[in-house]
């Protein structure tokens, strides 16, 4: 990895007098996650991080930045949301210039405070290799299984390397191995009767505060500023703190991104109530796959399902009755 | 209370002016007999149901909700209820991972003609939704002022 | 006079639950992976290590309270006439807030200088202000984001609380702060702290002095408030921000609210609920236009309210009192103690270059 960073900073040397910026990660104050970092001189590339802790997902930047050159790093699954963009052209591809990076799995920064306890002593580096990821603190590893601490997303990364890009930097490689994954949410509720699954989201949805940072780090939520759910007309959801109302929220975000969303794992990663709100996401797109044999995020030419139809529709059946 | 209630649910309809409303009238005018817990919403095309009138409607109460519009290639607008396909095809993955069971929800093509039709599709939907009694309510209730209450004693803050 | 107290580490859950048989107790508990306050029962996990992930300030001000209740009839003879009967729902619930650290408590003191503030009080905030006994725990392990000792604060301090627990080896010693917090104390089985009360003083010495350093981050109102028409300077900060709310609503200090009248049919509630600068309709006009219209604006009315605008008006308290929590939840991690610094240093350069 220590090559790849060199090199990505080459590269990003040689481009950025074309551009107006370049968007990559820096260290943050907080030691287990990195943050955004918008280069505009050459002196600021210096501060590029790049290593797992590297979570954000920077392509939901580019549609603000429209009409700039603007450079971007991206890893396998921001890659699948830089297609999404394309595809409904929300962004144009001559602006952009794309350096791709193939990604060993992103870190939960949560999670891993949780494992590793006080790190006043400083984190100086994170990496994964094969099964572990491994903290260096104070000069000391700590080694800790890749299941307890990687973001959910990447138990089921379906290509770790950015597939789009105009520059491609490092070695290819495969999606990280995580052995022993807990059950995701989906499967939980699979297992639970109709009425205990309400009350599942009923009690997940009580503890959301209403600050939509799932919205807002959501890479395909374009309205951004005229969402739905702040909207008095049409009034979807009302302001009560009902776990109800939450839940509707929930239901118009994974609606609105259905066939679109790339389970780039944003919207979960930013709650700050841990709620796995992805969950929704990943349903739709399990019923996508199957009705449209479709995945958001791998072609930039294709449409998304929703956008369009079939006269005849292979995969649906009429009702009987 | 309503005289009906504990015999009828509550059932929604979306029903596409340009067909299913007026099989549903068609129906009427034949003096069909059929279950009266549905509550009709007419609107000009099926395409113009947003999914989320039904998961709003579930959220807010509802025991079943039923989309009924024109026979596929025979919409009003040409392709409106080819879109609506998609899309309620794909709501039906979202209800039951919410906890709505998929047996509320259903969506069928009648046309104006098609009183017959109608009815059995009204009776046979309500049958459907009778079987699986009144949706589970949230724990903390639907109604405003109860759900105010309750949030004072429980919720986390 | 003020006594202090001990209780022992297996004594606590059961005098809790003892008092929550009478009043509302709310503490830090573990729900669903995360530490929050929430009223105490005997299922609950009381989880006091560390702060918890939101701050204590929806005990005294919900995310959402019913200001008042309504109920449209139709009027008796004339079948066009409305009624409207209103009800009054003020708080009336005693409560005491167990385990808020001293930033959550010092952060009541921000909202006390609004909504108690002399020339106006908020009935709904007072009340409530007045049935709660706030209870702080000193910090004994201050997390990397935690930066209290910059604000004017410290992990032992006693602003806001009525009454300081100091964890020490086997228990924790109970200190009253206020009139209030004895009177309540008094009344409860507690054994008298005899000796403890050195030990508890030293825990709170110890761990003041191991808080990372760092210059304060009071005394900036000037220069903050300078850079207000500084564009490229909020631009650049606001940047990555993605004009979320999370900041602001776990933020100890932040009071702002919006109200809406919920309507079901004939019955409704007149709600307040939490309201955060960072959103576009916090400023919205009915018109369509908006004073702050990107987030840089937006930012630099979080920062200079929080800096300048609030210690400008309130004898030179600052409206943040270092507990962190929106520097760990920030989904791309901003951090207000930078964004402090650099506006000063900014200030005094182009200070200096205007002096040139």
Same mark, same amino acid.
């Given at each position: 990895?220590?090559?790849?960073?060199?090199?990505?900073?080459?590269?990003?040397?040689?481009?950025?007098?074309?551009?107006?910026?370049?968007?990559?990660?820096?260290?943050?104050?907080?030691?287990?996650?990195?943050?955004?970092?918008?280069?505009?001189?050459?002196?600021?590339?210096?501060?590029?991080?790049?290593?797992?802790?590297?979570?954000?997902?920077?392509?939901?930047?580019?549609?603000?930045?429209?009409?700039?050159?603007?450079?971007?790093?991206?890893?396998?699954?921001?890659?699948?949301?830089?297609?999404?963009?394309?595809?409904?052209?929300?962004?144009?591809?001559?602006?952009?210039?794309?350096?791709?990076?193939?990604?060993?799995?992103?870190?939960?920064?949560?999670?891993?405070?949780?494992?590793?306890?006080?790190?006043?002593?400083?984190?100086?580096?994170?990496?994964?290799?094969?099964?572990?990821?491994?903290?260096?603190?104070?000069?000391?590893?700590?080694?800790?299984?890749?299941?307890?601490?990687?973001?959910?997303?990447?138990?089921?990364?379906?290509?770790?390397?950015?597939?789009?890009?105009?520059?491609?930097?490092?070695?290819?490689?495969?999606?990280?191995?995580?052995?022993?994954?807990?059950?995701?949410?989906?499967?939980?509720?699979?297992?639970?009767?109709?009425?205990?699954?309400?009350?599942?989201?009923?009690?997940?949805?009580?503890?959301?505060?209403?600050?939509?940072?799932?919205?807002?780090?959501?890479?395909?939520?374009?309205?951004?500023?005229?969402?739905?759910?702040?909207?008095?007309?049409?009034?979807?959801?009302?302001?009560?703190?009902?776990?109800?109302?939450?839940?509707?929220?929930?239901?118009?975000?994974?609606?609105?991104?259905?066939?679109?969303?790339?389970?780039?794992?944003?919207?979960?990663?930013?709650?700050?109530?841990?709620?796995?709100?992805?969950?929704?996401?990943?349903?739709?797109?399990?019923?996508?796959?199957?009705?449209?044999?479709?995945?958001?995020?791998?072609?930039?030419?294709?449409?998304?399902?929703?956008?369009?139809?079939?006269?005849?529709?292979?995969?649906?059946?009429?009702?009987?009755? | 209370?309503? =005289?009906?209630?504990?015999?009828?649910? +509550? *059932?929604?309809?979306?029903?596409?002016?340009?067909?299913?409303?007026? #099989? %549903? /009238?068609?129906?009427?005018?034949?003096?069909?007999?059929?279950?009266?817990?549905?509550?009709? =919403?007419?609107?000009?095309?099926?395409? +113009? *149901?947003?999914?989320?009138?039904?998961?709003?409607?579930?959220?807010? #109460? %509802? /025991?079943?909700?039923?989309?009924?519009?024109?026979?596929?290639?025979?919409?009003?607008?040409?392709?409106?209820?080819?879109?609506?396909? +998609?899309?309620?095809?794909?709501?039906?993955?979202?209800?039951?991972?919410? #906890?709505? /069971?998929?047996?509320?929800?259903?969506?069928?093509?009648?046309?104006?003609?098609?009183?017959?039709?109608?009815?059995?599709?009204?009776?046979?939907?309500?049958?459907?939704?009778?079987?699986?009694?009144?949706?589970? #309510?949230?724990?903390?209730?639907?109604?405003?002022?109860?759900?105010?209450?309750?949030?004072?004693?429980?919720?986390?803050? | 006079?003020?006594?202090?107290?001990?209780?022992?580490?297996?004594?606590?859950?059961?005098?809790?639950?003892?008092?929550?048989?009478?009043?509302?107790?709310?503490?830090?508990?573990?729900?669903?992976?995360?530490?929050?306050?929430?009223?105490?029962?005997?299922?609950?996990?009381?989880?006091?290590?560390?702060?918890?992930?939101?701050?204590?300030?929806?005990?005294?001000?919900?995310?959402?309270?019913?200001?008042?209740?309504?109920?449209?009839?139709?009027?008796?003879?004339?079948?066009?006439?409305?009624?409207?009967?209103?009800?009054?729902?003020?708080?009336?619930?005693?409560?005491?807030?167990?385990?808020?650290?001293?930033?959550?408590?010092?952060?009541?003191?921000?909202?006390?200088?609004?909504?108690?503030?002399?020339?106006?009080?908020?009935?709904?905030?007072?009340?409530?202000?007045?049935?709660?006994?706030?209870?702080?725990?000193?910090?004994?392990?201050?997390?990397?984001?935690?930066?209290?000792?910059?604000?004017?604060?410290?992990?032992?301090?006693?602003?806001?609380?009525?009454?300081?627990?100091?964890?020490?080896?086997?228990?924790?010693?109970?200190?009253?702060?206020?009139?209030?917090?004895?009177?309540?104390?008094?009344?409860?089985?507690?054994?008298?702290?005899?000796?403890?009360?050195?030990?508890?003083?030293?825990?709170?010495?110890?761990?003041?002095?191991?808080?990372?350093?760092?210059?304060?981050?009071?005394?900036?109102?000037?220069?903050?408030?300078?850079?207000?028409?500084?564009?490229?300077?909020?631009?650049?900060?606001?940047?990555?921000?993605?004009?979320?709310?999370?900041?602001?609503?776990?933020?100890?200090?932040?009071?702002?609210?919006?109200?809406?009248?919920?309507?079901?049919?004939?019955?409704?509630?007149?709600?307040?609920?939490?309201?955060?600068?960072?959103?576009?309709?916090?400023?919205?006009?009915?018109?369509?236009?908006?004073?702050?219209?990107?987030?840089?604006?937006?930012?630099?009315?979080?920062?200079?309210?929080?800096?300048?605008?609030?210690?400008?008006?309130?004898?030179?308290?600052?409206?943040?009192?270092?507990?962190?929590?929106?520097?760990?939840?920030?989904?791309?991690?901003?951090?207000?103690?930078?964004?402090?610094?650099?506006?000063?240093?900014?200030?005094?350069?182009?200070?200096?270059?205007?002096?040139?």
């Amino acid at each position: 990895m220590a090559s790849s960073i060199d090199d990505l900073k080459t590269e990003i040397k040689k481009a950025l007098p074309g551009l107006d910026m370049v968007i990559a990660w820096a260290a943050g104050p907080d030691p287990l996650s990195h943050t955004p970092l918008f280069i505009t001189e050459e002196a600021d590339v210096e501060r590029i991080e790049w290593d797992p802790r590297c979570s954000q997902n920077l392509a939901g930047y580019l549609p603000g930045l429209r009409g700039k050159k603007v450079g971007i790093v991206v890893k396998g699954c921001d890659a699948r949301s830089l297609v999404e963009l394309l595809q409904e052209k929300l962004i144009d591809r001559e602006d952009v210039t794309i350096f791709g990076l193939h990604c060993t799995g992103a870190v939960d920064a949560r999670a891993a405070r949780k494992a590793l306890g006080s790190l006043r002593g400083g984190l100086e580096s994170v990496s994964v290799n094969g099964g572990t990821a491994s903290f260096s603190m104070s000069g000391e590893p700590r080694t800790l299984p890749l299941a307890e601490v990687l973001q959910k997303k990447c138990f089921t990364c379906t290509g770790a390397d950015a597939e789009v890009c105009d520059h491609f930097i490092g070695e290819h490689g495969e999606p990280p191995r995580v052995t022993e994954t807990p059950a995701t949410t989906l499967e939980e509720l699979e297992a639970m009767s109709m009425e205990e699954r309400l009350h599942f989201w009923e009690d997940q949805m009580s503890r959301c505060i209403r600050c939509y940072a799932c919205r807002s780090a959501c890479p395909l939520c374009v309205c951004q500023d005229h969402c739905a759910a702040q909207s008095r007309e049409p009034h979807w959801v009302d302001q009560t703190d009902h776990p109800r109302e939450k839940l509707m929220f929930q239901a118009i975000h994974a609606l609105h991104t259905a066939g679109r969303c790339t389970e780039c794992g944003e919207c979960e990663r930013a709650c700050p109530m841990g709620l796995p709100i992805m969950t929704l996401k990943q349903a739709l797109n399990r019923s996508i796959q199957d009705l449209f044999d479709y995945r958001a995020g791998t072609d930039p030419d294709q449409a998304p399902p929703l956008f369009e139809f079939r006269e005849e529709e292979k995969n649906i059946k009429e009702r009987e009755w | 209370m309503s =005289v009906n209630e504990g015999k009828e649910l +509550r *059932i929604i309809g979306f029903l596409c002016n340009w067909c299913s409303y007026a #099989g %549903a /009238d068609t129906a009427g005018v034949g003096r069909f007999a059929q279950p009266t817990d549905l509550r009709i =919403v007419r609107l000009p095309c099926t395409g +113009r *149901i947003n999914p989320l009138f039904i998961v709003r409607a579930f959220m807010n #109460g %509802a /025991d079943g909700v039923l989309v009924s519009g024109c026979h596929p290639r025979d919409c009003h607008y040409s392709e409106g209820n080819f879109y609506a396909r +998609r899309r309620l095809e794909v709501l039906k993955a979202l209800l039951p991972v919410i #906890g709505v /069971d998929p047996g509320r929800f259903e969506y069928t093509w009648v046309s104006a003609s098609e009183g017959q039709r109608w009815r059995s599709v009204v009776t046979s939907f309500t049958e459907q939704v009778h079987a699986l009694g009144p949706m589970p #309510g949230f724990k903390s209730g639907t109604s405003l002022d109860m759900c105010l209450c309750h949030m004072d004693q429980t919720q986390a803050l | 006079m003020l006594t202090a107290r001990y209780i022992a580490d297996d004594k606590l859950m059961p005098w809790l639950l003892s008092l929550a048989e009478t009043r509302q107790v709310l503490a830090p508990v573990r729900q669903g992976g995360q530490t929050l306050f929430a009223p105490l029962d005997a299922d609950s996990q009381l989880d006091l290590e560390g702060l918890a992930d939101a701050s204590a300030k929806a005990a005294l001000l919900p995310r959402c309270e019913t200001l008042l209740e309504f109920h449209y009839s139709k009027g008796e003879g004339v079948p066009s006439r409305t009624e409207l009967e209103v009800r009054e729902t003020l708080p009336d619930r005693d409560a005491f807030l167990f385990g808020a650290r001293p930033c959550d408590a010092k952060g009541f003191t921000v909202f006390d200088r609004v909504y108690d503030g002399g020339s106006r009080r908020d009935i709904y905030y007072c009340t409530r202000r007045d049935k709660t006994i706030v209870a702080a725990l000193a910090c004994t392990d201050p997390a990397d984001t935690c930066f209290c000792n910059r604000v004017g604060g410290g992990p032992g301090d006693t602003d806001g609380s009525d009454i300081l627990f100091t964890p020490v080896e086997g228990g924790y010693v109970i200190e009253p702060v206020t009139e209030r917090g004895e009177a309540f104390l008094a009344e409860q089985p507690l054994v008298e702290a005899e000796g403890r009360l050195e030990e508890a003083r030293q825990v709170r010495k110890d761990v003041a002095e191991s808080m990372p350093g760092g210059d304060p981050l009071g005394g900036a109102q000037g220069e903050v408030l300078r850079l207000f028409d500084d564009q490229e300077f909020w631009g650049g900060v606001a940047a990555k921000c993605l004009s979320c709310g999370a900041c602001s609503y776990l933020c100890p200090t932040c009071y702002c609210f919006n109200m809406t009248d919920e309507i079901n049919g004939d019955d409704g509630v007149r709600v307040r609920t939490w309201d955060n600068c960072m959103s576009f309709q916090f400023t919205l006009e009915g018109s369509g236009h908006n004073p702050r219209n990107g987030k840089a604006q937006r930012m630099r009315n979080r920062i200079g309210h929080k800096f300048s605008y609030y210690p400008e008006l309130h004898d030179g308290n600052l409206a943040c009192v270092g507990c962190g929590r929106c520097i760990v939840h920030c989904p791309v991690s901003m951090d207000v103690r930078a964004i402090v610094a650099q506006a000063r240093d900014r200030a005094l350069a182009k200070q200096e270059h205007a002096n040139d």
